[in-house]
């Protein structure tokens, strides 16, 4: 029998076509359900495989049956239960170790394993369903034929796996897809013509099993399973697809503020400068966020930078994009018009001077501006150190400011960065010097101590102002071993002064956020042999006022061993007197802003005269800073003030003597 006479005029071509419609579908559904199993592992993976073991099953079973419903329709025919469904059964699990053994990284063995077993389930699957075949009449069997149509499904089901062994897509799925179709439709026509009928005359008619709606209802069926496979994965990759977008934003997303990071700048730079489009680099930071963050907490901080980010969006025109570079840092970027960068740095800085409504309170808060156009740079890390270069001058003049990068600036950059590294070595170079100011009482104008200032003398450049070089130090990392040598060599001198002097040394916020440091002064008053009732510690307020709780514990440990602790530049930072009320505090400096202006201001001497008495009711010793003129000193000492520190007493020395000419003028 030939086989287009097996397949024109044995066969309900209807029923066929529905079956290789089964077919076909069913076989993309598997390569796709396989392909999306090589993406898990553990029980994910069984689990996919069990779908797309499913579908082959089902959908060759379905095939199968559809195509022997149609086979001689002439001749009724009934099917063996029992050999009907272990024929499904095989092709299920058949097809799932086959699969399986195609792996997550099909290896040229395991493909080849895998193809020759999916073959060997598909053929056992059609000839089990073939013995299950009732029908009045006498088989015959050609082996040849039969040998011939294993043979094809195992290389064409090789062929299909053979194709995905490579990266998977859909134009490789649809072909393995239509190698296993193949497969399975040459093994049913082979199949079949291996197969010889001779019909025995008989009156048993098939009670409708061989009916064209009996297998399109199996089809239909055997397509909704299918289908449910299908959607599945579709469903998954439809997932998949928002997880992945959804990993990729908050990669380059401010989660807090939903504006754009640090990384989505640098891929717009980059792909700027492949296009070579033109633009401006504004780098924005907020002033006093600190101070405002470790005041009213990172709750409140937090909320203070998104209405700062929703103001920041409102000032932004055309053609420009913004960023949160960091935690108080924003950037933008400015294409095309010139003019827009300074036009969005006015916006923005007058927004930010409008008071902001954070939690029933009104914050007050600005911003320093710094820009840097493409024609200063030819890549963006040029570009950004620049900006920064320019935020830096920004901040340097005063804050509130927008500097343009000149090129003038890019020596200042590299000498700030030679600065910088200089005094990581200054300590061991033996630059640093101490001298000394006088604090006297100002009724007597006997000294009772004297306060540690740090002088850097630089070899190449010479005396470094502390107002340049404190910063750089506390920016490095390196005021850490600055201070603890401030601090042994303050206690090392004071040791040798008449005992009724005592030394105050500056400490900087970072050396207080250590837990180390009340160790370090016990170990160095131990060394020296200086007694702790004659030093004391000045902070600023800010210092004391970030990380309160930790500072607080800190400086209470540092009390207990007898050592002072005393406020330095009163009255310049925020909600001074709500954290002196919770910390231990012995002494407070009036900032020299209030003194220097008592005499011409009534609102500062009101200032004075209430920290005074602050002072008294707190028993809080109080000293004013900045004395210039015997008017300033005699104001102080009416308000009663403790001490008193100025040009007017003594300018800082490297030595310390018992009196100076200036006190004598001072009198």
Not at 124 to 129: A, D, F, K, R, T
Not at 358 to 384: K, M, P, V, Y
Not at 619 to 632: K, L, M, W
Request: with cysteine.
């Amino acid at each position: 029998m030939v086989l287009s006479t097996c397949l024109v005029l044995e066969h309900q071509l209807t029923l066929l076509l529905l079956a290789a419609i089964v077919c076909a579908s069913g076989a993309f559904v598997t390569m796709t359900l396989f392909v999306r199993s090589r993406s898990f592992d553990g029980r994910a993976r069984i689990g996919w495989l069990f779908l797309a073991a499913i579908s082959t099953g089902i959908s060759t079973w379905t095939t199968h049956f559809v195509a022997m419903l149609g086979y001689r329709p002439d001749v009724p025919a009934t099917f063996d239960p029992l050999l009907t469904v272990l024929s499904t059964l095989v092709a299920i699990a058949g097809s799932g170790i086959a699969l399986a053994l195609a792996g997550r990284v099909p290896t040229r063995m395991r493909t080849l394993a895998g193809g020759a077993m999916l073959g060997v389930s598909i053929t056992g699957m059609h000839y089990l369903g073939m013995f299950g075949y009732q029908v009045p009449g006498v088989l015959h069997w050609d082996g040849f034929a039969a040998a011939l149509s294993l043979a094809a499904s195992i290389a064409f089901s090789t062929g299909a796996l053979w194709t995905l062994r490579g990266s998977a897509g859909l134009r490789r799925e649809a072909l393995a897809a239509g190698l296993l179709a193949l497969g399975i439709i040459t093994l049913h026509l082979f199949g079949m013509q291996a197969l010889t009928l001779t019909p025995i005359a008989s009156e048993t008619t098939a009670a409708g099993v061989g009916s064209t709606g009996m297998a399109l209802a199996i089809a239909i069926v055997a397509l909704l399973i299918v289908g449910t496979g299908l959607s599945t994965s579709i469903i998954d990759m439809d997932e998949r697809t928002r997880a992945d977008r959804s990993l990729l934003d908050m990669a380059y997303r401010d989660p807090l503020t939903g504006l754009p990071n640090r990384r989505a700048l640098q891929l717009k730079m980059d792909q700027a400068l492949a296009e070579g489009r033109w633009f401006k680099l504004m780098m924005i930071d907020l002033d006093h966020f600190k101070s405002i963050n470790d005041t009213y907490g990172h709750a409140t901080g937090d909320k203070l930078l998104c209405e700062v980010s929703r103001r920041f969006q409102a000032s932004m025109g055309p053609g420009t994009y913004g960023y949160r570079i960091g935690g108080d840092e924003l950037a933008a970027l400015v294409f095309d018009n010139p003019e827009s960068a300074a036009q969005m740095a006015h916006e923005f800085g007058a927004a930010l001077r409008e008071p902001m409504d954070i939690d029933g309170r009104q914050i007050l808060s600005g911003c320093s501006i710094g820009i840097c156009s493409i024609e200063n740079a030819e890549d963006a890390e040029t570009i950004t150190r620049r900006a920064d270069a320019a935020l830096y001058e920004a901040k340097r003049r005063g804050r509130g400011q927008v500097v343009r990068f000149t090129p003038g600036m890019r020596e200042a950059d590299r000498q700030r960065a030679q600065l910088e590294s200089d005094l990581q070595s200054a300590v061991e170079r033996d630059e640093f010097r101490l001298h000394f100011q006088p604090i006297v009482n100002p009724e007597t104008l006997s000294i009772f101590g004297y306060e540690a200032l740090l002088r850097w003398t630089h070899p190449m450049r010479g005396p470094v102002s502390p107002a340049e070089f404190i910063p750089l130090a506390e920016a490095s990392g390196a005021i850490g071993p600055i201070g603890e040598w401030v601090l042994k060599d303050a206690c090392l001198k004071a040791s040798a002064w008449p005992s009724d002097l005592y030394v105050a040394v500056n400490v900087s916020a970072l050396q207080l956020r250590s837990a180390r440091f009340p160790a370090l002064v016990a170990r160095i008053l131990a060394e020296t042999g200086l007694p702790p009732q004659r030093l004391t510690i000045e902070l600023t307020e800010t210092a004391i006022v970030a990380n309160h709780d930790e500072v607080a514990a800190i400086l209470n440990a540092v009390r207990a061993l007898g050592v002072r602790v005393a406020m330095d530049d009163f009255g310049t930072g925020f909600s001074s007197l709500s954290h002196l009320r919770r910390l231990p505090v012995d002494v407070i400096k009036i900032d020299r802003s209030f003194v220097t202006s008592a005499e011409i201001d009534r609102n500062s001497m009101a200032v004075l005269k209430g920290i005074a008495q602050m002072g008294r009711d707190m028993e809080i010793a109080i000293v004013g800073e900045g004395v210039e003129t015997p008017a300033q000193r005699d104001i102080l000492r009416r308000i009663g003030c403790d001490g008193a520190q100025g040009y007017l007493f003594g300018k800082p020395t490297p030595f310390v003597l018992p009196t100076t000419p200036m006190l004598a003028r001072a009198v």
